[in-house]
C-alpha cells in the first residue's frame, strides 16, 4: 500500500525559507515509473501545482514559484524534499506532496500526502 | 500562462446527473484528470486519462474531452458525491489545476 506522508514545521517567519518532507512508503523514490511533487492550496482556495523530481534529479517547476523553489530526492531515505525561499503570507497553505504517476500514456496524480498546513507569520 | 475554467458551482437532486465542465485552449488534444476533495481531505483522482477510472472510484463517474472543453458526469448522484472537484492537464512540461467547482446534492 503506497504511503505519503508531509513532515516539516507549521509556522515560518516571512522572508524566511519553509521546508517539508515527504516520506513514503510502499514505493520506490528511484522508480523509473514515478516523478514526485508538490502541490499547494492556500486556505479556501483551489490547487496549484509547486513542481516535481524525478530519481534522475530531474525536475520541472510552476513558471510562477521556480526562482524560489527547489525539491530534492533523498534516495537512501525514500524521500524528496521541498525548499521555497523568501516566504510571504501569500504562501501560506496546505501542502501536500503526491506521486506523479508517468505509466501509461497519461501522467496522473494517484497517490497523495495527508497534507500539511504551513503558515507564514512572525 | 495556461488556465482551466470551471463553474464555481453546480447544484443536482440526488439520483440525477451532474456534469462539470472545464474549459482550456485545445484542451482536447491534451490528456485531463479530474480530482474529488471533501472538506479537510487530500483530492482523490476520479477520472485520468480523459476517461479511465482509477482502481476503486464508482462507475457513477465518466469523463470525456474534446475540442476545448473536459467533462466530467456523476450519474445517479449520491449524497457522498458532495465535494469540490478539479480538473488538472498537463501544459508545457507543468501541471496546471482548474478552479474548482464545488457539487451541491440538494
Known amino acids: 500500500q503506497v504511503q505519503l506522508q508531509e513532515s516539516g514545521p507549521g509556522l515560518v517567519k516571512p522572508s524566511e525559507t519553509l521546508s517539508l518532507t515527504c516520506t513514503v512508503s510502499g514505493a520506490s523514490v528511484t522508480s523509473s515509473s514515478y516523478y514526485w511533487s508538490w502541490i499547494r492550496q492556500p486556505p479556501g482556495k483551489g490547487l496549484a501545482w509547486i513542481g516535481h523530481?524525478?530519481?534522475?534529479?530531474?525536475?520541472n517547476y510552476n513558471p510562477s514559484l521556480k526562482s524560489r523553489v527547489t525539491i530534492s530526492v533523498d534516495k537512501s531515505k525514500n524521500q524528496f524534499s521541498l525548499k521555497l525561499s523568501s516566504v510571504t503570507a501569500a504562501d501560506t497553505a496546505v501542502y501536500y506532496c503526491?506521486?506523479?504517476?508517468?505509466?501509461?500514456?497519461?501522467?496522473?496524480?494517484?497517490?497523495w500526502g495527508q497534507g500539511t498546513l504551513v503558515t507564514v507569520s512572525s | 500562462s495556461y488556465e482551466l475554467t470551471q463553474p464555481p458551482s453546480v447544484s443536482v437532486s440526488p439520483g440525477q446527473t451532474a456534469s462539470i465542465t472545464c474549459s482550456g485552449d485545445?484542451?482536447?488534444?491534451?490528456?485531463a484528470s479530474w480530482f474529488q476533495q471533501k472538506p479537510g481531505q487530500s483530492p482523490v483522482l476520479v477520472i485520468y486519462q480523459d476517461s479511465k477510472r482509477p482502481s476503486g472510484i464508482s462507475e457513477r463517474f465518466s469523463g470525456s474531452n474534446s475540442g476545448n472543453t473536459a467533462t466530467l458526469t456523476i450519474s445517479g448522484t449520491l449524497a457522498m458525491d458532495e465535494a469540490d472537484y478539479y480538473c488538472?492537464?498537463?501544459?508545457?512540461?507543468?501541471?496546471?489545476f482548474g478552479t474548482g467547482t464545488k457539487v451541491t446534492v440538494l
Open positions: 488538472q492537464a498537463w501544459v508545457s512540461s507543468t501541471y496546471v
Open positions: 503526491a506521486r506523479d504517476n508517468r505509466n501509461g500514456a497519461a501522467r496522473r496524480f494517484d497517490y
Open positions: 485545445t484542451l482536447g488534444d491534451k490528456y
Open positions: 523530481i524525478y530519481y534522475t534529479g530531474g525536475s
